[in-house]
């Protein structure tokens, strides 16, 4: 069974400094996808940015990006300029293919604080 | 485009009570599913629905039944709530050409 590990429940991070979140997963499929979604405190999910696995190149997205280590099966998120609005519960998330459905499953995320 | 709705936003229910939390998207998304999240245990997922029609057991489904009633409408039923059940509950729904879920507003559920 595929696993999302997160390993640091909380983070800080000065603003205007860089911060990396870390996740490992565990899988024997070559296909899949993998996330990084945000939930600020208002409860919503927010998609982040997202990998192919296939895709060598990380993903990046304005001040977040990925270093994806398919080999060691690593998937940590970037986040440059850190601003307050970053503040949120970070989850990972791993989306694998099963019976023609595709199963998603997540890590137990990562509180990150911005310090002012 | 409201995207993905959930009602109600809050619940208070007593143990041995039944309760359906309502999912519905306006995005002509085929997969719909329920997670509950609870603190330090991440999101885990209780029942998902491929299609209009189907329906299978997720993760954690005890305790739950679901209803995928039409294309737009995913709902989950307790029907008998229990104090483990106290959490936020979240609807999510993807399309057919994506391979990203879009999560609804969530439901925090407390069960005394």
């Known amino acids: 069974a595929q696993t999302v590990t997160q390993s640091q429940p909380e983070m800080s991070v000065q603003e205007a400094e860089t911060v990396t979140l870390s996740c490992t997963y565990d899988?024997?499929?070559?296909?899949?996808?993998l996330f990084w979604y945000k939930q600020p405190p208002s409860r919503q999910m927010i998609l982040v940015i997202r990998?192919?696995?296939?895709?060598?190149q990380n993903a990046t997205e304005n001040r977040f990006s990925v270093n994806f280590q398919k080999a060691a099966k690593s998937f940590s998120l970037k986040i440059s300029d850190s601003q307050l609005g970053d503040a949120a519960m970070y989850f990972c998330?791993?989306?694998?293919?099963?019976?023609?459905?595709?199963?998603?499953?997540f890590g137990t995320g990562t509180r990150l604080k911005v310090l002012a | 485009n409201a995207g993905v709705t959930q009602t109600p936003k809050f619940q208070v229910l007593k143990t041995g009570q039944s309760m359906t939390l309502q999912c519905a998207q306006d995005?002509?998304?085929?997969?719909m599913y329920w997670y509950r999240q609870d603190p330090g245990m991440g999101l885990r997922l209780i029942y998902y629905?491929?299609?209009?029609?189907?329906?299978d057991k997720g993760e954690v489904p005890n305790g739950y039944n679901v209803s995928r009633l039409n294309k737009r409408e995913f709902s989950l039923r307790l029907e008998s709530a229990a104090p483990s059940q106290t959490s936020v509950y979240f609807c999510?729904?993807?399309?057919?050409?994506?391979?990203?879920?879009?999560f609804g507003p969530g439901t925090r559920l407390t069960v005394l």
């Open positions: 629905s491929a299609s209009e029609g189907t329906t």
């Open positions: 999510a729904s993807r399309g057919p050409n994506t391979d990203t879920q879009y």
């Open positions: 899988t024997s499929e070559s296909d899949y996808y």
């Open positions: 995005m002509n998304h085929n997969s």
């Open positions: 998330a791993y989306r694998g293919f099963n019976s023609g459905t595709y199963k998603y499953i």
């Open positions: 990998q192919e696995a296939y895709k060598q």
